[in-house]
């Protein structure tokens, strides 16, 4: 779906609120903000995961192609492309992508500092 997007518009993602990813690295992309919040678009190779991790603002997740396993506040579920998540702010969860995945993320209050760098 979003291949034909020119590749420079992509920057890594090697951590996330500060920790690194596990498995490798996945790569992101802004697409939009607003005064309430941000959204990326966010891709994760096979075998890649966030460490457990919380942070300051909700993040609504939609999936978009690929399959994820996550937990959040140790329940653990699996998404596929139209599914979608909610990580609550303060609530400690990760994701883990099983096959290649991307989805967009937003997230609310928009963070002070990018929570992908």
């Known amino acids: 779906?979003?291949?034909g997007m020119d590749e420079q518009v992509w920057q890594p993602l090697k951590t996330v609120e500060g920790l690194s990813l596990q498995g490798g690295e996945g790569r992101f992309r802004l697409l939009e903000t607003a005064e309430s919040g941000v959204a990326y678009l966010i891709h994760y190779p096979a075998g890649v995961a966030s460490p457990p991790h919380a942070h300051d603002h909700d993040s609504i997740v939609y999936v978009l192609s690929g399959r994820l396993r996550g937990t959040v506040d140790g329940v653990?579920?699996?998404?596929?492309p139209g599914d979608?998540?909610?990580?609550p702010r303060g609530v400690t969860h990760h994701v883990e992508a099983l096959t290649d995945s991307m989805w967009v993320e937003f997230k609310s209050p928009r963070p002070a500092r990018s929570p992908l760098a």
């Open 76 to 80: 653990e579920a699996e998404l596929e």
């Open 84 to 87: 979608s998540a909610l990580h």
């Open 1 to 3: 779906m979003m291949d």
